[in-house]
């Protein structure tokens, strides 16, 4: 009986060490492959994304949007900046007397109101533009950068900067809704400031400055999650509503009546004493077609005057950007350039349409020696009217000069180069003592590694 029970035992305990040894397993997650489940408990997607719902995969619905779990994930939207130096040491002067460590909600005059559209650009947002245009009504877009899975802002090949670029010269204020549309107060102040600076990126790659307004995703910005003061520190002004349509709660061709219905009732008839900032999305196509046009309409009824965000506040437009160069020292253009109404053929604002190369200067750009022929032993003199000919006096034009016998030989008191240490170069964007040493020198991101550990 005793060695009956004693074998159970035995049997029972290798049963509860398999398990252990699979349950502590779990964490070790090292696949992205799809379906794989992951989150808190059960590990990390190592080389891809940990989704909303707990699985792993390396498309647009495991990385897409606020919801990819960034403690799981290595490849999140969020995680993935747009190409180019990083903005995040510009110059960010306040200026004007619009405050910065605060939330503002209304205008600070009354009879305005301030029409904003958030998380585009979208499919939608060109046919609202028609109906701005239309009725003469300048707006204020609050874009996301890389959110619902849409694509990069600054990518030429979705459309987006063509339709931001109309925005800008049509005479709309653009301001900054972050790169993906993360909850802020829900995130850490790493994720905060990438949030901002990566948006900042996409802007300066298409019109060579960023905005100084934003609004936080979900209206969420406090004190307590230290949101307030990460966007005093890099210089935005933080606007919220008085006025909220819910239209994301409406989009369909009879429940949008209940978003008209709450613009109706919160807007008071005495334009006299009141003001607002009106919170839509041009993202819903039952906005754009039908909510707008009621917005512009009923508020002109009442007397009230269609403004932007900065002019609400009394803002002048040279305080709604801030110049943000592509390259440190080469960029020739300075100023925050006029709107202009040729929108549909203009280059991005900067006249430079590739961030990542300087413009063609050789008396600003280093690794180009100046043109002089004194210098250049190959280059015929002036007077030469076939420049593969040498000049009369040399029988030989590969002859190098008389103190050099050998033209591939460096001359004597020109040192051997001293090779610098192999460092691998960062293939996901990440950098520094934290990611391995990895580099960003000769990268496809750029050629610098910021304090935060990414280029």
């Known amino acids: 009986m005793t060695t009956r029970i004693m074998k159970h035992f035995k049997v029972a305990i290798g049963v509860i060490a398999l398990m252990i040894t699979q349950t502590a397993a779990v964490p070790q997650a090292s696949t992205a492959a799809e379906n794989t489940i992951c989150g808190p408990g059960l590990g990390k997607c190592v080389g891809g994304c940990c989704s909303e719902f707990g699985h792993c995969g390396t498309t647009t619905q495991y990385c897409s949007g606020s919801q990819c779990q960034l403690d799981y994930s290595d490849s999140c939207d969020t995680q993935v900046g747009p190409g180019g130096r990083s903005t995040e040491s510009i110059d960010r002067p306040f200026s004007g007397d619009v405050p910065y460590a605060e939330t503002i909600t209304e205008c600070d005059s009354p009879g305005l109101v301030a029409l904003t559209f958030d998380d585009g650009p979208y499919e939608y947002t060109n046919q609202l533009l028609d109906l701005l245009d239309e009725y003469k009504v300048k707006a204020t877009f609050f874009i996301a950068g890389h959110n619902r899975g849409k694509g990069r802002i600054d990518d030429e090949s979705t459309g987006y900067p063509r339709v931001l670029r109309r925005m800008r010269n049509t005479g709309h204020q653009l301001a900054s809704h972050t790169w993906t549309h993360r909850n802020l107060n829900g995130v850490s102040e790493h994720v905060q400031r990438t949030e901002m600076i990566y948006n900042e990126m996409a802007f300066r790659n298409i019109f060579g400055f960023v905005p100084t307004y934003m609004r936080p995703p979900f209206l969420e910005c406090g004190l307590s999650s230290g949101c307030i003061d990460t966007m005093e520190e890099l210089g935005y002004h933080v606007i919220s509503t008085n006025l909220d349509t819910k239209d994301y709660e409406n989009d369909d061709p009879v429940l949008i009546q209940k978003s008209k219905d709450k613009f109706f009732s919160m807007q008071s008839s005495d334009e006299t004493d009141h003001s607002y900032i009106v919170l839509a999305h041009d993202v819903h196509?039952?906005?754009?077609?039908?909510?707008?046009?009621?917005?512009?309409?009923?508020?002109?009824?009442?007397?009230?005057?269609?403004?932007?965000?900065?002019?609400?506040?009394?803002?002048?437009?040279?305080?709604?950007?801030?110049?943000?160069?592509?390259?440190?020292?080469?960029?020739?253009?300075?100023q925050i350039p006029p709107v202009n109404d040729t929108y549909g053929e203009l280059p991005p604002a900067n006249n430079d349409t590739n961030p990542e190369l300087p413009p063609v200067d050789n008396d600003t750009n280093p690794e180009l020696p100046p043109v002089n022929n004194d210098t250049n032993p190959w280059t015929p003199p002036g007077n030469s009217t076939n420049p593969w000919t040498p000049p009369e006096n040399s029988t030989n034009p590969w002859t190098p000069p008389e103190n050099n016998t050998n033209p591939w030989t460096p001359p004597i008191n020109n040192p051997d180069p001293v090779e610098p240490p192999k460092l691998n170069v960062s293939t996901d964007q990440r950098c520094g003592v934290n990611y391995g040493g990895t580099t960003c020198k000769g990268s496809l991101f750029g050629d610098c590694c910021s304090f935060f550990g990414y280029w």
């Not at 002019?311 to 110049?323: A, H, M, S």
């Not at 160069?325 to 960029?331: I, Q, V, Y």
């Open 285 to 334: 196509y039952q906005t754009v077609v039908t909510l707008a046009k009621y917005m512009i309409e009923t508020s002109r009824e009442r007397g009230y005057k269609l403004v932007t965000v900065g002019e609400c506040l009394g803002d002048p437009p040279e305080n709604w950007y801030r110049v943000a160069p592509s390259r440190r020292g080469l960029d020739t253009n300075h």
